[in-house]
């Protein structure tokens, strides 16, 4: 049997970064994201957000990529919320995301982070966090 145990902080938004999820809603989301990625044996530890976009730290299990676990919680999550009808617009997510490790020595510190996204985002957009993100972890930032 495998024990893994990679940390991953992953951060998606709605397609054109549409303002969507409405905050009594998301909360709903949030909940149902959690529970059924227990059952594909993804831990959500912590997730939250504003209306545009997501931020979730998690933990895979064992045979599941990163991508496997974004396109399941991602695809699934807009699947069930537009069955549901649960927002005033149908849910499209963005097809990029972002995913970076997180060591055990950071755990609290980035769970404080997306404690706070409401507050984070009265001084920053997603675009300018997303970008900060990108080139915190060494991405090129392409302009076109």
């Given amino acids: 049997m495998a024990h893994v145990k990679i940390w991953i902080h992953a951060v998606w938004g709605t397609k054109n970064r549409e303002p969507i999820l409405s905050k009594n809603e998301r909360i709903i989301l949030f909940q149902h994201i959690r529970q059924n990625a227990k059952e594909k044996g993804i831990y959500v530890d ?7 976009h997501v931020h979730c730290l998690l933990t895979l299990n064992a045979d599941m990529s990163i991508a496997q676990a974004m396109q399941f919680i991602k695809g ?6 537009n069955k549901e009808q649960l927002f005033a617009k149908k849910l499209y997510w963005a097809d990029e ?3 970076a490790s997180v060591s055990e020595s950071q755990i609290e510190r980035v769970r404080n982070y997306i404690k706070n996204q409401e507050e984070h985002h009265r001084k ?4 300018e966090e997303y970008e900060a ?3 915190k972890h060494g991405y090129q930032i392409f302009q076109g």
Avoid: H, P, Q, R
Avoid at 46 to 52: R, S, V
Avoid at 76 to 81: G, L, N, T, V
Avoid at 124 to 127: A, D, E
């Fill in 46 to 52: 912590f997730i939250n957000g504003i209306e545009d």
């Fill in 76 to 81: 699934e999550a807009a699947y069930w919320a």
């Fill in 97 to 99: 995301y972002f995913a």
């Fill in 124 to 127: 920053k957009t997603f675009s």
């Fill in 133 to 135: 993100l990108l080139v």
